[in-house]
Every structure is written in C-alpha cells, then in structure tokens.
C-alpha cells in the first residue's frame, strides 16, 4: 500500500486549497478512502470519507459545508477541496485507507492557514 500526499502549503483564512492523494499497491476501486488531520499538540482527527465509487461521503461536523471530499478511481486519486479555511484547519493532513482514521496512510502533507 502506498499512499502519497500534494497539494498542501500556507494559505491565509479563508482561502482555498486542494489536496491530492495518488494511491498504489492496493485495488483502490475497491476500498473506502478518507482524510484524517494532526494540529499541532493534538491527536490524530477524521476528516472525511468516501464510498469505494465516490457516491457516498461522510464529513466531519467542522468542515461540513467547507470541505468536499472526491475520488478519480481510473486516476487511483482521492481529492479533498477546502474553501472558507480558517487557523483551526492548521494540520498535517492525511490520506487514509478505508473509513474513518483507516488502516494504513500516507506521509502527510501540511496545510497552515494563516495570515
């Protein structure tokens, strides 16, 4: 399983940015993907999730209506698109295998919002 991270960087509030997550070594067609985070200090936090097909997404409460949450399965790419950032989105993000925190994860990409 290979997971690997892009996208990521400073941004001021309420700005956007997109991630990518180029997966190998596994059927991704096949499997739920999600996003998890890390802030500085903190534990490890879900993010979102996806459906193996992309229909069915799950968000967590703090970035419902801000995140959206997509896969290319032809591509083997999750996205995640952010909007309205704030500083509490300040965290290493990243991309996980099967629902909620997963199984396995990439190395993480960080995202700092901040002006």
């Known amino acids: 399983v290979q997971l690997v991270e892009s996208g990521g960087g400073l941004v001021q509030p309420g700005g956007f940015l997109r991630l990518s997550c180029a997966a190998s070594?596994?059927?991704?067609?096949?499997?739920?993907m999600s996003w998890v985070r890390q802030a500085p200090g903190k534990g490890l936090e879900w993010v979102s999730s996806?459906?193996?097909?992309?229909?069915?997404?799950d968000y967590a409460d703090s970035v419902k209506g801000r995140f959206t949450i997509a896969r290319d399965n032809a591509k083997k790419t999750l996205y995640l698109q952010m909007n309205s950032l704030k500083s509490e989105d300040t965290a290493v993000y990243y991309c996980?295998?099967?629902?909620?925190?997963?199984?396995?994860w990439g190395p993480g990409n960080q995202v700092t919002v901040s002006s």
């Open positions: 996980a295998r099967g629902y909620g925190t997963g199984n396995s």
């Open positions: 070594g596994f059927t991704f067609s096949s499997y739920y």
């Open positions: 996806s459906g193996s097909d992309g229909s069915a997404t």
